[in-house]
């Protein structure tokens, strides 16, 4: 792989209860486990942030795929639900949805060019056989 950029961050703390911090300072956050999970839910945790960066790269993706199918995809959008489980192993694991919002093109387009993203995406081609990634297409 040709490397074009490369991110780098640091967790300190308690991991889950700790703190996060790009090495430019761009993204500085405080973790915290969520309420649901037993913590204080104050700050964020690793599944808000990772379906952020997941609805985020995918849109890109989503977009670069329909420009050069020349689909209109203004007002389009991409939501993450991140949802983190127990396994069967003891362990823990992922599931993911992608909700694609593309108004501007038919159902059929729409779901054409949601799984053509899924291939380029860099999220996509790094979780693929790993977690589960569900594609919606949704009408809002």
């Given at each position: 792989?040709k ?24 993204v ?5 486990i ?7 839910g104050?700050g964020?945790n ?8 997941y609805?985020?790269c ?26 983190l489980?127990?396994?069967?192993d003891?362990g ?6 992608l909700?694609i919002t593309l108004p501007?093109v038919?159902p059929?387009?729409a779901q054409?060019l949601?799984?053509a993203?899924?291939?380029v995406?860099?999220?996509s081609n790094?979780?693929r056989g790993n977690i589960?990634?569900?594609l ?5």
């Amino acid at each position: 792989m040709k490397a074009l950029y490369t991110a780098e961050a640091l967790a300190t703390g308690e991991g889950r209860d700790g703190h996060g911090r790009t090495s430019d300072g761009k993204v500085d956050v405080t973790l915290s486990i969520p309420k649901e999970m037993g913590g204080t839910g104050v700050g964020t945790n690793p599944e808000q942030l990772f379906a952020i960066g997941y609805a985020a790269c995918y849109h890109s993706a989503l977009r670069l795929v329909a420009r050069q199918q020349k689909a209109d995809v203004s007002d389009s959008a991409v939501g993450a639900k991140v949802t983190l489980g127990s396994n069967d192993d003891g362990g823990f694991g992922l599931a993911v949805e992608l909700e694609i919002t593309l108004p501007n093109v038919d159902p059929g387009t729409a779901q054409q060019l949601a799984e053509a993203a899924h291939q380029v995406c860099p999220y996509s081609n790094a979780t693929r056989g790993n977690i589960d990634v569900k594609l919606t297409i949704t009408d809002d």
